[in-house]
């Protein structure tokens, strides 16, 4: 019996295998698309709260700050990408949803001081309640993204499991992107803040 006798008849069984609950479930890419819905959905709640830090600053700094510009570049960056969970399909977008994230985090990050360094804003009440926003918007944040690398690392991991690794040949099922870089908080307590480490990060 030649190797292509043999090699045909692996084929199929592999072929039925994954067309019967083998391959990563449906399940499975709904739980992926889940997670990663959550966290535009967090991303978005706290694209509310730099809007209102924006509107909140703008009466104490000049309007042509670089810090509201940064921020407002920020968010036309975030808006233009209409993140939805097929981003997880297309590793170049959710890359491009990562960076504009971590750079409205940045910019937030920047806004924030340059607002403690004012001290009537600073101790002003709504600016006290803004902080402690976004520092839970950035706590829920974390956490999302850590379920949902979780739960896209499980999805990876099934692709690579017998029989699957042989039927990669039939599927072209493709393993999930993974947030790389850890999206720091955008609140801050002294004014002394560095952000270079940051800054490098931000660098694709």
């Known amino acids: 019996m030649t190797k292509t006798a043999l090699i045909i008849p692996v084929l199929l069984v592999v072929h039925a295998l994954a067309g019967c609950g083998v391959a990563p479930s449906l399940h499975a890419d709904d739980q992926v698309k889940a997670a990663f819905a959550e966290v535009v959905d967090l991303y978005d709640e706290r694209l509310e709260l730099a809007d209102e830090a924006t509107e909140l600053a703008r009466h104490h700094l000049p309007a042509e700050a670089s ?8 968010r036309a960056a975030i808006t233009t990408l209409h993140a939805t969970p097929a981003i997880v399909e297309a590793p170049a977008l959710f890359e ?7 750079q409205m985090t940045e910019a937030l990050s920047q806004l924030m001081v340059v607002c403690e360094s004012v001290r009537r804003l600073a101790t002003a009440p709504r600016f006290r309640a803004l902080q402690a926003r976004l520092a839970a918007s950035a706590a829920h944040i974390a956490s999302a993204r850590e379920r ?12 690579h499991r017998f029989p699957l690794d042989l039927a990669e040949a039939l599927h072209a099922d493709a393993d999930k992107p993974t947030f790389s870089t850890r999206d720091s908080s955008p609140v801050h307590r002294h004014p002394r803040t560095d952000f270079g480490t940051l800054r490098g990060s931000l660098r694709v």
Request: charged share 30%; hydrophobic share 45%; proline share 0%.
């Open 67 to 74: 810090t509201l510009k940064d921020v407002a570049d920020a």
């Open 96 to 102: 491009r949803f990562d960076v504009a994230q971590r």
């Open 148 to 159: 949902y690398d979780n739960a896209a690392l499980r999805y990876n991991a099934s692709l």
